[in-house]
């Protein structure tokens, strides 16, 4: 059997999310990409768009949709008794889990998964009166031992960290532990969130806690918006072709991921779900009874079987082991976006851009592990290729003003698949203003894949042959050189990536980073 990468340390990891059917497709991505994570729990979460209330019947009037659309008090608001979305996709992924260990040994199993499903502060957006079970664990896992950092990811509210921090500061603040226990919090604790959805961050935890770090992860690109902001050559992964081929149609996960026209819906009588309905006019939803609440972007969009959206999958896409380290600082940028904008093609500076320039890769990976889901052998699907640095020790190092730099990576394919690669400069992500010479292997992955093909035979040489081994090349070494411009700056930073694709089904990107740190010392 072919070998698999190594994985490196998991990111500790707690994913909060509402009963909105984007949550359901991000908790099914995370859990194809469960491998990478070290799960400590998976939460309700409400926000001011679901919210389970108290069971009393209870009614709420505060920050709420519902409140928007005029309809007065609420004793709950899309969220049914008995909601349990996160148990179903665990459930699904145990149907699979005997296929998904086969492509990677670090998938937890099902039983992990199940014993970590908690309710958070569910009852009304942004409560933080009571303790919860998620907040408990919240609060368990910041007051333990461990100082790697933990990630809490939220695509709903934040009442559940924020009863965690405020039951802590209840606790110890006034004693001779806390100044400790707060920096000790805070260097631990990161919040990667997709907006302040109940208010809690600018109220409480950015207040009283200013030294935890938080992201926000906001994008169109993921959501419901992802039409406005995808590139013209990646607007085919939005299509119900694509859709349907690689996603919906592939398995048990396949069958429970939402797509338009699909005839389900979250919640009884939700009159803003009207995703299950294809082809319809913002009318004649209206009529049905529906609040159309966001556009439907023209003809052709809402076709049978196309996206809907994913809106939260950025608060975690930066953690994933595809090498490019987004997790080590918020401005490095990677497959969730960074807090800074790229320069798109357009020549305009775009934080949209600063997403949708991966979200190809992005999707042809997430196909794959569907792919994996329903494969038992690890020869009949595809894996990532895998880049290795060979110049140096460290993927982080000190270069002075004038120094030559000569950088080589080691590009390979698990598959055996022909694997290309390439050197450039991610000049948004560093800190140098000025223009940087690279030479060497520089050229678009897309060029040099399209020569490649044009020198191949149309009939391929027999399997084992000499003349086969010389055409496809799964393993190749990719260097660049560059010298440091004399102008640059003490502390300045240069980003360099060397990116492999390989040429199997679908094809699969992976990167590695290089930061250059200039010191004149």
């Not at 090498?323 to 500076?349: E, M, Q, V």
């Not at 010389?470 to 930073?493: F, H, M, N, W, Y």
Request: aromatic share 10%; proline share 5%; net charge negative.
């Amino acid at each position: 059997m072919l070998e698999r990468p190594i994985v490196q340390r998991k990111p500790r990891t707690v994913l909060m999310l509402d009963p909105e059917l984007d949550d359901l497709n991000t908790l099914i991505r995370y859990l194809l990409y469960s491998d990478q994570f070290e799960t400590e729990g998976l939460i309700y979460q409400s926000s001011s768009i679901h919210w389970k209330g108290d069971g009393k019947g209870t009614l709420h009037d505060g920050i709420s949709e519902h409140v928007r659309l005029g309809l007065g008090p609420q004793p709950r608001w899309r969220w049914d008794e008995g909601t349990r979305f996160m148990e179903e996709a665990v459930e699904t992924y145990a149907l699979v889990y005997p296929n998904l260990k086969v492509h990677s040994a670090g998938y937890p199993s099902p039983e992990y998964l199940r014993f970590r499903i908690f309710e958070g502060n569910v009852e009304f957006p942004g409560d933080m009166s009571k303790d919860s079970p998620g907040s408990l664990l919240i609060r368990s896992l910041m007051l333990d031992e461990r100082s790697d950092k933990l990630y809490l990811l939220t695509g709903a509210g934040q009442s559940t960290i924020g009863r965690a921090l405020l039951t802590i500061e209840e606790e110890f603040k006034g004693t001779d532990r806390w100044e400790e226990l707060y920096r000790r919090i805070c260097r631990k604790v990161i919040i990667q969130a997709f907006a302040d959805q109940d208010g809690v961050y600018a109220s409480y935890i950015g207040v009283n806690w200013p030294d935890i770090e938080f992201r926000d992860m906001t994008t169109l690109m993921w959501g419901y918006g992802a039409r406005q902001s995808v590139l013209p050559q990646d607007a085919h992964y939005l299509s119900a072709e694509w859709t349907r081929e690689h996603i919906s149609s592939v398995g048990p996960f396949g069958s429970l991921y939402r797509v338009w026209g699909d005839g389900k819906t979250m919640h009884r009588n939700d009159i803003t779900d009207y995703f299950g309905y294809a082809g319809l006019s913002a009318k004649q939803l209206e009529k049905l009874g529906f609040w159309v609440w966001t556009e439907l972007f023209g003809l052709g969009l809402g076709e049978a079987g196309s996206w809907i959206s994913e809106g939260d999958t950025t608060i975690y896409l930066n953690l994933l082991n595809n090498g490019l380290d987004a997790h080590l600082d918020a401005s490095y940028g990677g497959w969730g976006g960074r807090n800074g904008p790229d320069i798109g093609p357009d020549g305009k500076p775009s934080r949209e851009y600063a997403v949708a320039r991966w979200f190809g890769a992005a999707q042809r990976d997430f196909a794959a592990r569907f792919r994996w889901s329903v494969t038992p052998r690890y020869e009949d699907a595809n894996h990532a290729p895998v880049v290795e640095l060979t110049s140096h020790e460290h993927r982080t190092m000190e270069v002075r003003p004038g120094q030559t730099v000569v950088l080589k990576a080691r590009v390979s394919d698990p598959d055996g698949d022909h694997v290309e690669g390439r050197w450039w400069r991610y000049f948004e992500a560093d800190t140098y203003p000025g223009e940087i010479r690279l030479a060497g292997d520089t050229g678009r992955l897309e060029q040099e894949e399209q020569k490649a093909r044009a020198a191949h035979p149309v009939e391929l040489p027999e399997p084992g042959s000499p003349e086969l081994a010389r055409l496809v090349r799964s393993e190749r070494e990719i260097a660049c050189e560059l010298k440091v411009p004399a102008d640059a700056a003490d502390g300045q930073t240069i980003h360099l990536i060397c990116e492999a694709r390989d040429h199997g089904t679908p094809s699969l990107t992976s990167y590695l980073r290089v930061v250059l740190k200039v010191t004149r010392i």
